[in-house]
């Protein structure tokens, strides 16, 4: 797939980025990007431009390890989940093989008390 080129603007200055991505979707990560800067540079304290883009770009590692971090605990708790599933669909086939069972005994035992009722 060829790359495209999209020129955006982040911090007040533009850059050129080669990219297989939908348009749309860059420009709602530079917009996300743009966001977190400016919150940066906002939260009480002036900040230069370099390290408001330092602190945005650690407050955007820190979502994405702590998505990282969520994602994979509930991997983990679909993988225990299934595994659950699984032994609880093994009991269900157990229990029913033996109600199947008693069931017949049942009827093994009806078919008895009737030959004794009529003897």
Partial sequence: ME???ITVTVNKKNYTLLHDENDE????VVHY??????SASTN???LGE????????IAVTDELFKAQ?????????????????DRLKADYQDLQ????ALLRQNE??????HILEHR
């Fill in 3 to 5: 790359k495209k080129k």
């Fill in 25 to 28: 979707y860059i420009n709602k």
């Fill in 33 to 38: 990007l743009n966001s977190k800067i400016a």
């Fill in 44 to 46: 009480g304290i002036q």
């Fill in 50 to 57: 370099q390290t408001a883009t330092v602190m945005a770009g």
């Fill in 69 to 85: 971090q969520s994602f994979n605990s509930l991997t983990n708790d679909t993988t225990r989940m299934m595994e659950e599933y």
């Fill in 97 to 100: 093989e033996q109600f199947t």
């Fill in 108 to 113: 093994e035992l009806k078919k008895r008390v």
